[in-house]
């Protein structure tokens, strides 16, 4: 018998839980043991929950037990659950994980740990919910040499992205029905300002590339932007806009960033929808290879969780499977080095003076139709491939026009 603890009893804790018990003979002949929560870890009181006799509020009562073989550990952050992991793995016992911040932050240090004291770190849920990619990266790709990775990877802004597009609505409005319907957090800053995309595109990064990429170092940008005439603009070209995280390997080096984009209705992300997360990985043999599912919620979440546990008791004997070597120098391209194509919406005082301003100053524009608007006129074009550092440039010298009222959004195009 393999006794597992949970750290943390909420949304996704509560989750394991519940698929190890509704799941057991199942789970149990396909781990070739049987696998059994002894204990749950949690401050708050659960008086009416079917598992209270189990919960305690005392770590103790978890690292003191030998006979607890796996920490399934869910409480999020970097502080406490930090301290709990190392505690884990320094005792010998596997932890498998939901943690994204913590993975993205302390990844090489506790996969060290954990080679170290003969055990596993596995965090598969820690990208994607349930969807399989951490995993098929390490083992069913690994003859491959990643090119890239580019996906959507949080459903939250994938919901409010497409409920502006389907409905019209505001973002504010398609935020406050995501936080309803549970979707996002009551704080949505994480999800809306792009952090938790960066957070497992850095990740993905990582185990691809075999190297560790610090997500600190990763050009971020969220989607609290976007408009509905963004939308509208993005839909009258036949493309839909996606915040995406994307890296790709260059000379060495890796390129990557986080923001949203306008990208083409053929493009096999443009059709992801709502809260379904998807990732496409392009390897030098395979070619593109496409993941797909819903990217969150507490299902999905805990059944990546239990299938790590599975793993390490199916193969139990086995472990430190991961490495993830840090580069003293920095191996992350800055995003100003970088080339890109951007769609620009401006608010001029002079329709025709601004496109002739606006033609001197860019090399090559391609003009796009202006929507019809209420407050004035609106002038829209995407510009060639230039590098983001003088994109920024000559958008501040455009917004000093005498002709320009103000530069109303900017937003990167796929290519």
């Known amino acids: 018998m393999i006794n597992v603890a949970v750290l943390g009893y909420g949304v996704v804790g509560s989750g394991v839980v519940e698929i190890i018990k509704k799941n057991s003979l199942s789970i149990s002949k396909k781990a070739g043991k049987q696998i059994v929560v002894k204990r749950i870890l949690d401050i708050r009181d659960f008086p009416d929950s079917p598992d209270k006799d189990i919960i305690t509020k005392n770590a103790d009562d978890i690292f003191n037990d030998s006979d607890i073989n796996v920490i399934a550990e869910t409480i999020g952050g970097i502080t406490v659950a930090y301290e709990f992991t190392k505690k884990a793995l320094m005792q010998g016992k596997h932890v498998v994980t939901s943690n994204k911040e913590l ?79 549970g979707y996002a957090e009551a704080d949505p ?21 075999g190297e ?18 963004d939308i509208i ?10 915040l995406i995280g994307m890296s790709e390997k260059v000379n060495g080096m890796i390129k990557t960033k986080v923001s949203p984009v306008i990208i083409e209705n053929t493009h096999p992300l443009a059709g992801v929808e709502d809260v379904f997360n998807a990732i496409l990985v392009d390897g030098d043999a395979i ?8 990217g969150a919620g507490k299902l999905p979440t805990a059944s990546a969780v239990v299938a790590d546990i599975i793993e390490i008791v199916k193969h139990w004997g086995s472990f430190g499977r991961h490495k993830w070597n840090v580069k003293e120098e920095n191996n992350v391209i800055d995003i100003m080095e970088t080339e890109s194509k951007f769609f620009v919406r401006i608010k001029v005082k002079d329709k025709n003076k601004g496109i002739n301003e606006i033609e001197k100053i860019y090399k090559k524009v391609q003009w796009v139709k202006p929507l019809d608007i209420q407050n004035g006129e609106e002038i829209a074009f995407i510009t060639e491939c230039i590098l983001e550092k003088d994109a920024k440039d000559i958008l501040e010298k455009v917004s000093q026009l005498d002709c320009v009222d103000k530069v109303l959004n900017t937003i990167r195009v796929f290519n």
């Open 103 to 181: 993975v993205a932050t302390h990844g090489p240090e506790l996969l060290k740990l954990a080679r170290q004291n003969s055990v596993n770190y596995l965090f598969e849920a820690s990208v994607g919910g349930g969807i399989p990619i951490i995993r098929p990266l390490n083992r069913c790709l690994a003859a491959n040499e990643i090119n890239s990775i580019v996906g959507i990877l949080n459903g939250t802004t994938n919901y409010i992205l497409s409920q502006m597009k389907k409905e019209g609505k505001e973002f504010g409005v398609a935020l406050k029905e995501a936080q309803k319907n």
């Open 189 to 209: 800053t994480a999800d809306i300002e792009g952090h938790d995309t960066c957070r497992k595109i850095a990740i993905l990064s990582s185990i691809a590339y």
């Open 212 to 229: 560790f990429v610090d997500y600190k170092k990763i050009y971020t940008e969220g989607i609290t932007n976007i408009t509905p005439a």
């Open 233 to 242: 603009y993005a839909e009258n070209m036949n493309s839909t806009i996606k």
């Open 287 to 294: 070619g593109e290879a496409m993941f797909y599912g819903r």
